[in-house]
């Protein structure tokens, strides 16, 4: 805006008429020199006090990262411990419980052969007496034809046949 501009826009909030060679417009512009002079000056500390910003916050974010990655190998193997004893809880868990199967079919294994065994030795035993039994009866009976064979002799062949009705 011009002072022209700025007169007729004070007198139309104020009521004071200004004019173009006004004094007012010299504190004005004092004002505005001042003003720039001292957003130049606070601008630069300002920047200068920005300055090291980025290089901090690359020191912080890479010391922020390193804890990061330290605390999370930490935990990773915290977990890898906790899985590892899980698992040796887990195996030796199932060992005894394979252990005691294999005891429990051991058992019944060894009853049934015992049963097997038995059987077997009643089977024999059976087998023993019973040919114990027919060599007996076998030489018995040779015995008794033997005997009647002389008998028979000694008596004679006709007296065998009278008396068996041959004649």
């Known amino acids: 805006m011009d002072r022209a501009q700025l007169s007729?826009?004070?007198y139309k909030k104020t009521g004071v008429a200004l004019g173009s060679d006004d004094p007012a417009f010299a504190l004005v512009e004092l004002n505005r020199l001042g003003l720039r002079e001292a957003t130049e000056e606070s601008a630069g500390k300002i920047a200068e006090r920005l300055e090291p910003f980025p290089d901090r916050i690359r020191s912080s974010g890479a010391a922020v990262a390193g804890q990061v990655a330290s605390q999370s190998a930490l935990r990773v193997a915290?977990?890898?411990?906790?899985?590892?004893r899980t698992i040796a809880?887990?195996?030796?868990q199932a060992q005894r419980r394979v252990a005691e199967h294999?005891?429990?079919?051991?058992e019944r294994l060894s009853r049934e052969v015992a049963a097997a065994v038995r059987a077997a030795e009643m089977i024999s035993r059976a087998g023993g007496l019973l040919a114990r039994w027919l060599l007996t009866a076998a030489v018995i009976g040779v015995l008794l034809f033997a005997l009647?064979?002389?008998?028979?002799?000694?008596v004679g062949p006709q007296a065998l046949l009278r008396v068996f009705g041959g004649g």
């Open 8 to 10: 007729a826009a004070v």
């Open 78 to 84: 915290e977990i890898l411990t906790e899985a590892r």
């Open 102 to 106: 294999a005891a429990k079919l051991n």
């Open 148 to 154: 009647g064979f002389v008998s028979g002799m000694a």
């Open 89 to 92: 809880a887990d195996t030796e």
